[in-house]
């Protein structure tokens, strides 16, 4: 069935640094979208990318999205602390309504 | 966006009994979506709600185990039948806007942290 793998599991940042978190399908997708949960929270929709080679900018976050609608990113320039979380990616294929999750990114600021 | 509440956000429970979930959406809103999360993990769907219709299980996830009920287009429960410990999670109940065809973004409730002794 369909799959969406992400990387990396944990991500340690120093305050200040940027952090990076990859998505890739096992199929083409319609659309993917980009989820923060933080720490005793539930996930909040953070963007969608629809087209192929899409980027999209929300401050320091910067979204991806590839070529073939098989991967995708979020990188977040200079972390601060409430950018601490989980950040998932959610997949959606051509032919299922259903979103496909990634894994997850833990994205920890260290002290 | 929709606004999602969920009773109860928590419980403690002892193992062989049964506890239901509720949600409540702000608006009507086509299909309602039960997620699990155990600690630390992604979330996995454990069906889909559609008013006036059987829910649609995932696969691993059975009607005896999980029923669902969908009364309107605004509330739905989840009941957790006959729990043990591999039962304690977080349970979400999710909405996604727009045609029944495709999901569109979702929108989260706050969860309930069921804990099974």
């Known amino acids: 069935g369909q799959q969406v793998m992400q990387i990396p599991q944990y991500q340690h940042v120093q305050e200040g640094e940027d952090f990076t978190t990859y998505c890739n399908s096992s199929t083409t997708l319609s659309n993917i979208q980009w989820y923060k949960q933080r720490p005793g929270g539930h996930p909040v929709f953070l963007i969608q990318?629809?087209?192929s080679g899409e980027v999209k900018k929300q401050k320091r976050l910067t979204f991806q999205f590839g070529e073939a609608k098989k991967n995708s990113s979020l990188h977040i320039t200079a972390t601060q602390t409430t950018d601490v979380g989980t950040y998932f990616c959610?997949?959606?294929?051509?032919?299922?309504?259903?979103?496909?999750w990634g894994a997850g990114t833990k994205l920890i600021i260290k002290p | 966006s929709a606004v999602i509440s969920q009773k109860p956000s928590r419980d403690i429970c002892q193992r062989g009994t049964s506890l239901t979930i509720q949600c409540q959406v702000d608006s009507q809103v086509t299909m309602m979506f039960w997620y699990r999360q155990q600690p630390g993990q992604s979330l996995t769907l454990i069906a889909t709600a559609n008013q006036g219709s059987e829910a649609t299980y995932e696969s691993g996830f059975v009607i005896d185990k999980f029923p669902i009920s969908r009364p309107n287009l605004t509330f739905s429960t989840l009941t957790v039948s006959n729990m043990s410990p591999e039962d304690s999670s977080i349970y979400l109940c999710s909405v996604g806007p727009g045609h029944p065809r495709t999901t569109d973004t979702q929108y989260f409730g706050p969860g309930t942290r069921l804990t099974v002794l």
């Open positions: 959610a997949g959606q294929g051509d032919s299922n309504y259903q979103l496909i």
């Open positions: 990318l629809v087209k």
